[in-house]
């Protein structure tokens, strides 16, 4: 919308229900926001690839949430009260300065900046709260679900923001209240939620955005691991697997988009399959994203060194993770629903679970080798599946 066109005060607005359920796709202030949270993810990346252990997967973790978890709120806020107004926009930027400031305190991890991070998470949380509390306003039909959520979350926000008072490891203590408090908060609200069901095209394609982005880090890491080393025949065959690696993730997640969990709640009354698709996704973009870290340590290793330990452990972690996500998404129908994928992706993390196990002394290129024959096998069983005669035989397909 241009400048000549834009209310100066525009009040929220609904953005779902029988009115508003035509095709809608993200808008160009959504799109820009997501850019700070492209810095924080390779920012969370870097500190996990200077410290491959179990020590540093603790902190990626603990600072992946938060960031994933401000990236949630924002977006479930605007699919459901977007409005194109200087006012939003405006408090659209705030948030952007808070992510900002998370990006920038993610540098030294849990340490002497953490009490900042804290901080910005916090303020952050407020500016959602006042968005909440100034759509309730406008909008009497939504005021239980965002008085509510007001609630939940201004009550979090308060401890993140005394935490950054307090010394370790109490403030880690606080940290874990604070992030369970907004974790439950949307699942309180399940009556509330059914009158207000998300906007049906407009979250997947959101979800799938950030998605994007912590793939995108997996091809950043293939760039950074290969621009440091010799253009010899062994970095290009580990670069090669590391893009396959990527892309297979990506073929055997966005290929596979064909159900939605709002479709789904509207017509059996449950919140429960929207919630599983929700809070699954945690677990597979933190996956994907400590597989480009898994990449990229690869590739910086010896090629003729039996790859360490921890760093075998990564990507096969990091993998297996990913595939057991998709195949609990499948298996529940959140995305396509067919037992047989959700079979595979689960075997297929076995596998790496084992070769994780039992691969000591393997060379790099092998267990980078296996971790991209997996998903290849994974894409390979869809596009079978996918043979218009295959899903003639089988209707779960």
Known sequence: MSINTMTIIQPPRLRIGEDSEEERRATWLELFYDLV?????????????????????LKFVVLFIPIWWSWIGT?????????????????????????AAMAVNIHHGLDESSPGFALAYALGRVVLVIEYVRAGIHIPLARPLTNRYAVGFAIAALLWLISAFIPAPW???????GITLD???????????????????????????????VLGEAIIAVVNGVAQQKWELYSV?????GLSLAFGLWWIYFDNLGGTPIQTAKKEGKTIVLNLWLYTHLPLVIGIAATGVGVETILLNQPGVALPDLARYLICGAVALCLLSV????????????????????FGALTLVLVAIVGKGLPPISIMAIAALVTAVQVVQDLYQSRPTTRLLDPEI
Not at 41 to 46: G, L, P
Not at 171 to 177: I, Q, S
């Open 37 to 57: 949270f492209v810095v924080a993810v390779s920012q969370i990346a870097h500190n996990l690839k200077e410290d491959v252990s179990l020590t540093g997967l």
């Open 75 to 99: 977006t479930f806020y605007a699919n459901r009260f977007d409005s194109d107004d200087v006012a939003h926009r405006l408090l659209v930027g705030l948030q952007m300065l808070t992510a």
């Open 171 to 177: 403030r880690f203590v606080l940290w874990g209240l």
């Open 183 to 213: 974790f439950a908060t949307p699942l309180t609200g399940r009556n509330h939620q059914l009158g207000l069901l998300p906007h049906a095209s407009h979250l997947p394609e959101r979800f799938g955005l950030f998605t994007m982005i």
């Open 237 to 241: 065959i580990t670069a090669i697997l």
């Open 327 to 346: 195949g609990i998404l499948h298996r529940v129908g959140v995305i396509r629903y067919c037992k047989i994928r959700a079979q595979f992706r689960v």
